[in-house]
């Protein structure tokens, strides 16, 4: 794996020093679970932001980058006040599942020429599941606790392609409409109704019911990117 991470990073340096110009944007994406994902946790969405920044081979259809995203897909509050023994004090849990992303961008633009630009995608890196949580009194005071549950990573890839629009009166901006499916290793996570606090076990204790599962999921994404973005 680290040897494939080297290998990626080379290129993507090599390609720079020939690079026409560079290309970035950011994008509003939401995955929808399909085959083992979708078993495991049918009614979950996948929402995300992120961004992307490209390199364009001279006088060819040919791109590559690099894309990093992040996005919660649950979050779970609850007020108690049996968090901690001996005490009776209100407390405000609240709970996210967070979903980050880092993938490698390769594109292939069958038609330069065209107004509407359409291309093909692959993308190839790793996924960082965790589920953080943070007790405090109220949401305008201080933090008493704060800890993280649950954390996975595993490799990951993406295949789709989608097409760009150029926006009218912005130099070299299009609007960017694309589908993604996903795939990739077996990853540890949680989702909302997976964490129960226990206040009778022990000293008062959480208890977690992990799901397992590639990240299986069709993308729809939505973004505007700039080429020649620092010239």
């Known amino acids: 794996m680290r040897k494939s991470i080297f290998t990626l990073f080379f290129l993507l340096l090599a390609i720079s020093v020939h690079a026409q ?9 939401g995955g929808i679970p399909v085959s083992k994902l979708k078993q495991e946790v049918d009614k979950t969405f996948f929402p995300t932001i992120s961004g992307i920044l490209l390199y364009e081979f001279y006088n060819q259809p040919l791109q590559v980058g690099l894309e990093l995203g992040y996005g919660i897909y649950g979050t779970k509050v609850e007020t108690r006040d049996d968090f901690y023994p001996g005490f009776n004090e209100e407390y405000r849990l ?18 330069m020429t065209s107004k509407v630009t359409p291309f093909i995608e692959i993308q190839a890196g790793a996924n960082y599941l965790y589920s953080k949580f943070k007790i405090r009194p109220s949401i305008f005071e201080e933090t008493v606790e704060v800890g993280k549950d649950m954390e ?32 990739g290793n077996s990853i540890r996570f949680l989702t909302k109704p997976d964490t129960q606090y226990l206040p009778n076990k022990g000293d008062g204790e959480f208890e977690y019911s992990p799901r397992q599962s590639p990240l299986q999921l069709i993308t729809a994404s939505v973004g505007i990117v700039v080429y020649d973005a620092f010239r």
């Open 94 to 111: 609240r709970r996210n599942n967070n979903y980050t992303s880092g993938m490698a961008v390769f594109r292939f633009l069958p038609s």
């Open 21 to 29: 110009f560079f290309i970035a944007g950011g994008h509003l994406n």
């Open 152 to 183: 996975d990573w595993s490799f990951g890839y993406k295949i789709g392609g989608g097409v760009q629009i150029p926006i009218p009166g912005l130099e070299g901006g299009k609007i960017e409409l694309r589908v993604n499916y996903q795939d």
